[in-house]
T-cell receptor, first 112, second 111 residues
């Protein structure tokens, strides 16, 4: 099992550009999550999904969109990148009924 | 209150010493309290976790102490090793399996 994979690893965007952060898991997990991590701030939940076709907002959803058309994939979309979205983004997944979330390696995004 | 407080922000411990990280919460609906360990350039990984009906859980050199009445819990790392140097996050789970993370503690274990 590859676990949770994220692409790209690094990306630099200009203000106003858009991009999609990819997340894929091969563990057949129902639950998937997107977090952002800023220095000294821990991880903040952006969006989450409890299954294909079902998504909901987390603590900091503004400026982001998600979709979940398959169990495996949970892409995060930034439509109009802003410097405040400079962060490290982590995707995670979890099996329904289990406690542990499994995290991907992260995407480091810089918006200039 | 959907917040988890964590202290200290950073910690330096001698090899063989005890590392202690403290966390506090307000929401009594939290039902699961995990600790995550994160090495530079990596995603967080579950280290150890506890439920609120248990006062202590030990796994090897890592122990969680949980005080439900005080709404506080802590991580103790016994015989700390340089390989334990990482960032540690306490967390608490809410409804729909959402997890609220503390701000993190950067631990450095020096030889």
């Amino acid at each position: 099992n590859a676990g949770v994979t994220q692409t790209p690893k690094f990306r630099i965007l200009k203000i106003g550009q858009s991009m999609t952060l990819q997340c894929t898991q091969d563990m057949n997990h129902n639950y998937m999550y997107w977090y952002r991590q800023d220095p000294g701030m821990g991880l903040k939940l952006i969006y989450y999904s409890v299954g294909a076709g079902i998504t909901d907002k987390g603590e900091v959803p503004n400026g982001y969109n998600v979709s979940r058309s398959t169990t495996e994939d949970f892409p995060l979309r930034l439509e109009l990148a802003a410097p405040s979205q400079t962060s490290v983004y982590f995707c995670a997944s979890k099996r329904i009924g289990d406690d542990e979330q499994f995290f991907g390696p992260g995407t480091r995004l810089t918006v200039l | 209150q959907q917040q988890v407080k964590q202290s200290p922000q950073s910690l330096i411990v001698q090899k063989g010493g005890i590392s202690i990280i403290n966390c506090a919460y307000e929401n009594t609906a939290f039902d699961y309290f995990p600790w995550y360990q994160q090495f530079p350039g990596k995603g967080p990984a579950l280290l150890i976790a506890i439920r609120p009906d248990v006062s202590e859980k030990k796994e090897g050199r890592f122990t969680i102490s949980f005080n439900k009445s005080a709404k506080q819990f802590s991580l103790h790392i016994m015989d700390s090793q340089p390989g334990d140097s990482a960032t540690y996050f306490c967390a608490a789970r809410t409804s729909y399996d959402k997890v609220i993370f503390g701000p993190g503690t950067s631990l450095s274990v020096i030889p």
